[in-house]
């Protein structure tokens, strides 16, 4: 693709990067065959290929409009356009740069920038979201539907011996998932320490910086980042093998901190190394052996991969691994590539494109009639559950209960 941009934001380090990654793009438009929202839509400016071309005009200095910010907002940022592009254009750093540059071109209204700082501010801090949820389900009773649906009730805790081992990882916690799931790490650091592994918990460390950074607020981001690489940092030296996330939409962002902080001269060594470091823990559990695990029940169940994990990590075949060489069921789900909705904030910001996305996820995951809809983050999770009744957890909780009922049986 032929490109036009202005001198001085071609001298920058986004221009750089936007102007390659224009160029690569050669117009093919299969990207659209894998895009949710042009699926929906089969409009143009809802698919990668438009939403490139708006970028591009923009960039080059045109006008633009609402209509340019209605179209950047309904991208789902899932990246399964990346996984289908044979040119592999980085889809997802242009449309961030475009965003920023939208901000600043046509700025929201006050009204909608505060609602997106009170969703970076809010659910970004753990000591907020804790009681925040505790509260929400006391009143849950008597909330509206739409607001209920994002408030899950807790599952039954799951104990964990939590005995101290030679082997240590750092589990990081999150920001929402405590709250809106604790048994997520719970059965994280339940299977952890049956097989042999000791998870060390940091309480200093705070949002990974995603939530921020697809909100516009990419200085945030960078900031939490750098918090994050302070907090881990000692653990890490003293001789952590691994930064384990249980969240894939936070594990997609923290693989990532080499890039974001390559140009910072105090942290790019750091960032590199904690990037390095970090794993999902299917793909930290494809490595362990799996079959001393005592496993009771093994049910039929409908595996929903994350976009996070199927498109920005490809940890789909992992985690399919793990859970058949733990003798689970695994039929196939139709379009299983494309995003369920949920996507962070996008389920609060864009409802009516969630719900449709949603609806059609679910009778694709349901066709199978399982027994329980596995997932790998904690907002498809939610998103999920307030869709179905059939139950929908992350699958190391599926795992972690199933070895728990097996000890407890024995």
């Not at 045109?62 to 940022?77: G, I, N």
């Not at 690489?229 to 249980?246: K, Q, Y």
Request: charged share 20%; with cysteine.
């Amino acid at each position: 693709m032929q490109t036009f941009l202005p001198a001085d934001f071609i001298a920058t380090s986004a221009g750089q990067q936007a102007d390659t990654i224009l160029r690569d793009c050669v117009h093919c438009g299969l990207c659209n065959a894998t895009c949710p929202t042009y699926q929906l839509e089969r409009n143009e400016l809802d698919g990668p290929r438009g939403r490139i071309y708006l970028i591009k005009q923009m960039l080059e200095g045109q006008e633009v409009s609402e209509l340019t910010r209605h179209h950047l907002d309904r991208c789902l940022v899932c990246q399964s356009c990346e996984t289908t592009c044979p040119s592999g254009v980085n889809y997802h750093r242009l449309l961030d740069i475009g965003r920023e540059e939208l901000e600043q071109r046509v700025p929201r209204s006050p009204f909608a920038r505060l609602q997106r700082a009170l969703v970076r501010g809010v659910m970004s801090r753990r000591q907020i979201t804790q009681p925040l949820f505790a509260l929400g389900r006391l009143a849950r009773p008597m909330l509206p539907a739409r607001l209920r649906s994002h408030i899950p009730l807790l599952r039954t805790s799951i104990a964990t011996r939590q005995e101290s081992h030679a082997r240590k990882v750092i589990l990081v916690q999150g920001c929402v998932q405590p709250a809106m799931s604790p048994t997520t790490n719970q059965a994280a650091a339940a299977v952890l320490d049956a097989l042999g592994i000791e998870t060390v918990t940091i309480d200093a460390e705070t949002c990974c910086g995603a939530l921020s950074a697809h909100g516009g607020g990419k200085t945030r981001s960078l900031d939490q980042a750098r918090r994050n690489i302070d907090a881990w940092w000692p653990a890490i030296e003293s001789g952590a093998e691994a930064v384990l996330m249980t969240a894939s939409g936070c594990s997609n962002f923290v693989q990532d901190y080499g890039d974001l902080l390559a140009d910072d001269a105090v942290y790019a060594a750091r960032a590199q190394r904690v990037a390095g470091l970090l794993k999902d823990i299917s793909e930290f559990l494809d490595d362990e052996p799996l079959e001393a695990l005592p496993i009771g029940e093994r049910q039929r169940i409908a595996w929903h991969c994350p976009c996070t994990a199927q498109h920005g990590q490809s940890l789909d075949a992992p985690t399919r691994r793990v859970l058949t060489r733990l003798g689970f069921e695994l039929p196939p789900v139709r379009d299983s590539h494309l995003c369920c909705g949920s996507a962070g904030s996008y389920s609060l910001f864009q409802p009516d494109m969630a719900r449709a996305l949603r609806t059609r996820k679910l009778e694709a995951l349901q066709a199978s009639d399982p027994a329980q809809i596995v997932t790998a983050n904690i907002g498809c999770q939610v998103h999920l559950s307030a869709g179905t009744e059939t139950p929908v957890v992350h699958w190391i909780e599926l795992v972690a209960r199933s070895l728990d009922a097996t000890l407890q049986s024995g």
